[in-house]
């Protein structure tokens, strides 16, 4: 699975859209690109996920760049209970190797 | 609720001692994933079942083994423990196929 590359940290205003990047230059065409987040300790959430085409559903929005080396989540209107860590996955999608590799993600602040 | 459910929550154990941790899948997913997750390590991957087969094996201890019954709950057996292995231990399902997972709340285990 291609490797991405994450900010560890980010801050953002409660209300404001949060838009976390991550790098994947190395992905190959037939890797997706998943988005999983993580509230103090609970379970990892499942967010989004996208292969080239940009996404969105009642959670969040991927951009995929058209070159598809990066991509960007959008927390539209950041809340709280946004405040997590958000992890930044790209793999293929095939029976059989459906294991997530997890980096160290983005921790998510949201300011009051 | 992702609707995975994970017992026990937690579970406080001695050095040498075997424990067993147990998931429930969702209804009607076929794949059963284990992850550890310790303070240094970050989420990693254990071991996958599909349908009762093991599908994938990841960094796991040959002092763990898991299995999945024919009712696909599965279960996770840490034997010999160690302090080291104190952690968080989550299992995630899946319809398999590479599809998104959902994970339960962990069992936080802690060996003294």
């Known amino acids: 699975d291609a490797k991405t590359t994450q900010p560890p940290s980010m801050d953002c205003a409660e209300g404001r859209a949060a838009n976390l990047p991550c790098n994947h230059s190395t992905i190959s065409g037939n890797e997706y690109v998943y988005w999983y987040r993580q509230i103090h300790s609970q379970g990892p959430q499942y967010i989004i996920h996208g292969l080239k085409n940009n996404e969105t559903n009642e959670m969040a929005s991927l951009i995929i760049t058209e070159d598809r080396k990066s991509s960007t989540l959008i927390l539209p209107h950041a809340t709280l209970r946004d405040t997590a860590v958000y992890y930044c996955?790209?793999?293929?999608?095939?029976?059989?190797?459906?294991?997530?590799?997890f980096g160290t993600g983005t921790r998510l602040t949201i300011i009051p | 609720d992702s609707g995975v459910t994970q017992t026990p929550k937690h579970l406080i154990t001695a050095t040498g001692q075997r424990v067993t941790l147990r998931c429930s899948p969702r209804s009607g997913d076929l794949s059963v994933y284990w992850y550890q997750q310790s303070l240094d390590q970050g989420l990693q991957f254990l071991i996958q079942?599909?349908?009762?087969?093991?599908?994938a094996k990841g960094n796991i201890l040959e002092r763990f083994s898991a299995q999945q019954f024919p009712d696909l709950h599965s279960e996770l057996n840490l034997s010999s423990l160690e302090l080291g292995d104190s952690a968080l231990y989550f299992c995630a399902s899946s319809v398999g196929q590479g599809r998104e997972a959902f994970f339960g709340q962990g069992t936080r285990l802690t060996v003294v």
């Open positions: 996955i790209v793999r293929v999608l095939n029976f059989g190797n459906e294991k997530l590799t």
């Open positions: 079942y599909y349908n009762g087969e093991e599908r």
